[in-house]
T-cell receptor
Framework: QKEVEQDPGPLSVPEGAIVSLNCTYS??????FMWYRQYSRKGPELLMY????GNKEDGRFTAQVDKSSKYISLFIRDSQPSDSATYLC????????FGAGTRLTVKP | GAVVSQHPSWVICKSGTSVKIECRSL??????MFWYRQFPKQSLMLMAT?????????EQGVEKDKFLINHASLTLSTLTVTSAHPEDSSFYIC??????????FGPGTRLTVL
């Protein structure tokens, strides 16, 4: 079993839709949880960074962490075509692990 | 699934020495590899983009003479930290792009410079 599982998609939604991206993990030692957005062949950019269970909101983005279920989510409200990218979840404790990334397309 | 390995997984060295980190794509060819570093409790920072057979493209603020990157084959890229100092201590991660533009991350190398 991989330490971090993320559905690679692809996921296609119409503009304005709410997008839900998810990851599960198996290592309870992970303490920090991150979501990155990556455009094709570019380095990932950090979107959200959390370290506790619960919700964290930043503009149209909400990150949710449930440590008891070992499950994290990223919600994108009012999705835009410019949100089309690959979204990577990542988590770290003593080391860092990434999900496979979910490829999202928002259609105008 | 595709696998990317890094070697070593951790290394401790004395200040002033050079350290080489290898990144290998085990079952696919990667024309592009990325090198990142992460400081504790901080996000990932892209250091450079490595293309097979050509010079690496470094991000602003990354010293190319200090962090030497070689991408000699489609399955191997190396990062050499030259004359390492304690401030170079970090977690270094590589990623490799497959022909389908899927990115796979290595497990990382933890460097500690004494």
């Amino acid at each position: 079993q991989k330490e971090v599982e993320q559905d690679p998609g692809p996921l296609s939604v119409p503009e304005g839709a709410i997008v839900s991206l998810n990851c599960t993990y198996s290592n309870s030692a992970f303490q920090y949880f991150m979501w990155y957005r990556q455009y094709s062949r570019k380095g990932p950019e950090l979107l959200m960074y959390t370290y506790s269970s619960g919700n964290k909101e930043d503009g149209r983005f909400t990150a949710q962490v449930d440590k008891s279920s070992k499950y994290i989510s990223l919600f994108i409200r009012d999705s835009q075509p410019s949100d089309s990218a690959t979204y990577l979840c990542a988590m770290s404790g003593s080391d860092m692990r990434f999900g496979a990334g979910t490829r999202l397309t928002v259609k105008p | 699934g595709a696998v990317v390995s890094q070697h070593p997984s951790w290394v401790i060295c004395k200040s002033g020495t050079s350290v080489k980190i290898e990144c290998r794509s085990l079952d696919f060819q990667a024309t592009t590899m990325f090198w990142y570093r992460q400081f504790p409790k901080q996000s990932l920072m892209l250091m450079a983009t490595s293309n097979e057979g050509s010079k690496a493209t470094y991000e602003q603020g990354v010293e190319k003479d200090k962090f030497l990157i070689n991408h000699a084959s489609l399955t191997l890229s190396t990062l050499t930290v030259t004359s390492a100092h304690p401030e170079d201590s970090s977690f270094y991660i590589c990623s490799a792009h497959s022909s389908t533009d899927t990115q796979y991350f290595g497990p990382g190398t933890r460097l500690t410079v004494l």
